[in-house]
C-alpha cells in the first residue's frame, strides 16, 4: 500500500511539473528626481500676485502666484531665499480663488508622474490683497498636510511652521521648514495660512523628490 502511495505521489508530482509555469510578473521600475523649485523661470509681475504658478518642475502649483519682489532695495519686503521670485497665496490670491485650495499636486494633464515626497522650504508671510503682495512682514502661521490620494481623504502627515516678526518691522527673512519624513509617496500636499483674509503666504526654494515609471528629464 505505501509503495502504491509513494508511486502515485511521484506520478502526480511529475505531471505538476510538466505543466506550463505561470510568468511572474516583472516588478515595476521607478525612476526618480530630485527637485528644488526657485520659481525662477519666469516673471512675476514686482509685488503683484496675479500670475498663477501651473506647472513647475513636474508639480502643478495649484492655487499658487509667481510674484516678483522687485529687488531687495524695497522699503517693506520679506526676502526671498533665491532672488526674485516666489510663490505666494492667501484667500482673496487670484490664483487661489480660480484654482481652490493652494497644494503641490501631481495630477495634472499629461503628467507622469506617479508620486513625491516633501523635504523642505522656505516660507514667510506678508500683508495681502486681491491683487498684490505689499511687502509689510506679518507673523503667522504655514500649515501642510500631505495626502496619498488626490482627493484629499486618505490623510498621511501634517505639521505646521511660525513666522514670527516685531510690531513695525519692515524687513524679514524667510524661514526654512525641515518636512517630517512622514511626507512621502504623496499625490497631494495642501498648504494653508492662519489669517489668510489679511495675509499672503510666501513659498521658496521648495525641495522634493518625484517619482515615475518612465524617464524624467531634469
Given at each position: 500500500?505505501?509503495?502504491?502511495?509513494?508511486?502515485?505521489?511521484?506520478?502526480?508530482?511529475?505531471?505538476?511539473?510538466?505543466?506550463?509555469?505561470?510568468?511572474?510578473?516583472?516588478?515595476?521600475?521607478?525612476?526618480?528626481?530630485?527637485?528644488?523649485?526657485?520659481?525662477?523661470?519666469?516673471?512675476?509681475?514686482?509685488?503683484?500676485?496675479?500670475?498663477?504658478?501651473?506647472i513647475?518642475?513636474?508639480?502643478?502649483?495649484?492655487?499658487?502666484?509667481?510674484v516678483?519682489?522687485?529687488g531687495?532695495?524695497?522699503?517693506?519686503?520679506?526676502?526671498?531665499?533665491?532672488p526674485?521670485?516666489?510663490?505666494?497665496?492667501?484667500?482673496?490670491?487670484?490664483?487661489?480663488?480660480?484654482?481652490?485650495?493652494?497644494?503641490?499636486?501631481?495630477?495634472?494633464?499629461?503628467?507622469?508622474?506617479?508620486?513625491?515626497?516633501?523635504?523642505?522650504?522656505?516660507?514667510?508671510?506678508?500683508?495681502?490683497?486681491?491683487?498684490?503682495?505689499?511687502?509689510v512682514?506679518?507673523?503667522?502661521?504655514?500649515?501642510?498636510?500631505?495626502?496619498?490620494?488626490?482627493?484629499?481623504?486618505?490623510?498621511v502627515?501634517?505639521?505646521?511652521?511660525?513666522?514670527?516678526?516685531?510690531?513695525?518691522?519692515?524687513?524679514?527673512?524667510?524661514?526654512?521648514?525641515?518636512?517630517?519624513?512622514?511626507?512621502?509617496d504623496?499625490?497631494?500636499?495642501?498648504?494653508?495660512?492662519?489669517?489668510?483674509?489679511?495675509?499672503?503666504?510666501?513659498i521658496?526654494?521648495?525641495?522634493y523628490?518625484?517619482?515615475?515609471?518612465?524617464?524624467?528629464?531634469s
Amino acid at each position: 500500500m505505501m509503495n502504491k502511495l509513494l508511486t502515485t505521489g511521484t506520478a502526480l508530482l511529475a505531471v505538476a511539473s510538466a505543466l506550463p509555469q505561470k510568468a511572474s510578473t516583472p516588478a515595476k521600475t521607478w525612476y526618480s528626481l530630485n527637485q528644488l523649485a526657485r520659481f525662477e523661470n519666469a516673471d512675476g509681475l514686482p509685488l503683484v500676485a496675479a500670475s498663477p504658478i501651473n506647472i513647475y518642475l513636474d508639480i502643478f502649483w495649484q492655487g499658487m502666484s509667481l510674484v516678483q519682489t522687485g529687488g531687495l532695495q524695497n522699503i517693506a519686503i520679506v526676502k526671498p531665499n533665491s532672488p526674485s521670485n516666489y510663490a505666494a497665496y492667501s484667500a482673496l490670491d487670484v490664483a487661489t480663488v480660480a484654482q481652490g485650495q493652494p497644494s503641490m499636486t501631481v495630477t495634472y494633464a499629461d503628467s507622469t508622474i506617479d508620486r513625491f515626497d516633501l523635504h523642505s522650504f522656505f516660507y514667510g508671510c506678508a500683508l495681502g490683497t486681491q491683487v498684490s503682495v505689499l511687502g509689510v512682514p506679518q507673523s503667522c502661521t504655514i500649515s501642510i498636510k500631505g495626502y496619498k490620494d488626490e482627493l484629499a481623504r486618505e490623510l498621511v502627515a501634517e505639521q505646521s511652521f511660525s513666522f514670527t516678526v516685531a510690531a513695525l518691522q519692515t524687513n524679514a527673512q524667510m524661514v526654512k521648514a525641515s518636512v517630517s519624513s512622514k511626507f512621502k509617496d504623496l499625490k497631494r500636499v495642501n498648504f494653508f495660512v492662519s489669517n489668510d483674509i489679511t495675509t499672503a503666504a510666501l513659498i521658496d526654494t521648495v525641495s522634493y523628490k518625484v517619482y515615475s515609471d518612465k524617464q524624467i528629464s531634469s
